[in-house]
T-cell receptor, first 117, second 115 residues
Framework: GAVVSQHPSWVICKSGTSVKIECRSL??????MFWYRQFPKQSLMLMAT?????????EQGVEKDKFLINHASLTLSTLTVTSAHPEDSSFYIC?????????????FGPGTRLTVL | AQKVTQAQTEISVVEKEDVTLDCVYE???????LFWYKQPPSGELVFLIR??????QNEISGRYSWNFQKSTSSFNFTITASQVVDSAVYFC????????????FGQGTELSVKP
């Protein structure tokens, strides 16, 4: 149980284009999903918290107009990187929280490696 | 402020050696959870353990063991008889109620186990 998928697993795009990454909880409902970014040799940095049916909460320094998050259902959240630039190249990881559990455990997707040329 | 520190950036050991990865955190919360994750070269995070702040019993799972010392705010992780497959980056990540249960990731410790 508690499986989270991400699609695509990797993507290469040209500078200036937009890229959408999907995060799905496959066997549980996730009222809350999280989006992280990880640069090489660094830790995971939380970008935003996505709540089903409401606007995402962005961490300080993360541009909400550049990283659009939509959490339209209890099993799907999407992150769209708009007008991507080479500095947006990174490993993007989502996680989902099972709201039936009391201990705040997050279940992680396998990640999406974005390369912007 | 809530904070977590993994002071060891990189550790290199030879297979079959024991190795301990340190994790120290700061919080005024009395109720919190502590997690350890493994990130192999593939990138996917692997859950290792969850510990409630009220449960100070040490835990052993095969070659893995965890030492939780609430008095010193530490949650250290030991791998006994390390193997090459243990090579990965290991993250300690507490969640604190005052921060809405968000995972606070440490800097990570890159463990390299050589044959």
């Amino acid at each position: 149980g508690a499986v989270v998928s991400q699609h695509p697993s990797w993507v290469i795009c040209k500078s200036g284009t937009s890229v959408k990454i999907e995060c799905r909880s496959l066997d549980f409902q996730a009222t809350t999903m999280f989006w992280y970014r990880q640069f090489p040799k660094q830790s995971l940095m939380l970008m935003a918290t996505s709540n089903e049916g409401s606007k995402a909460t962005y961490e300080q320094g993360v541009e909400k107009d550049k990283f659009l998050i939509n959490h339209a259902s209890l099993t799907l959240s999407t992150l769209t990187v708009t007008s991507a630039h080479p500095e947006d190249s990174s490993f993007y990881i989502c996680s989902a929280r099972d709201h039936t559990l009391s201990y705040n455990e997050q279940f992680f997707g396998p990640g999406t490696r974005l390369t912007v040329l | 402020a809530q904070k977590v520190t993994q002071a060891q950036t990189e550790i290199s050991v030879v297979e079959k050696e024991d190795v301990t990865l340190d994790c120290v955190y700061e919080t005024r919360d009395t109720t919190y959870y502590l997690f350890w994750y493994k990130q192999p070269p593939s990138g996917e995070l692997v859950f290792l353990i969850r510990r409630n702040s009220f449960d100070e019993q040490n835990e052993i799972s095969g070659r893995y063991s965890w030492n939780f010392q609430k008095s010193t705010s530490s949650f250290n992780f030991t791998i006994t008889a390390s193997q090459v497959v243990d090579s990965a980056v290991y993250f300690c990540a507490p969640t604190f109620r005052v921060q809405g249960g968000k995972l606070i990731f440490g800097q990570g410790t890159e463990l390299s186990v050589k044959p």
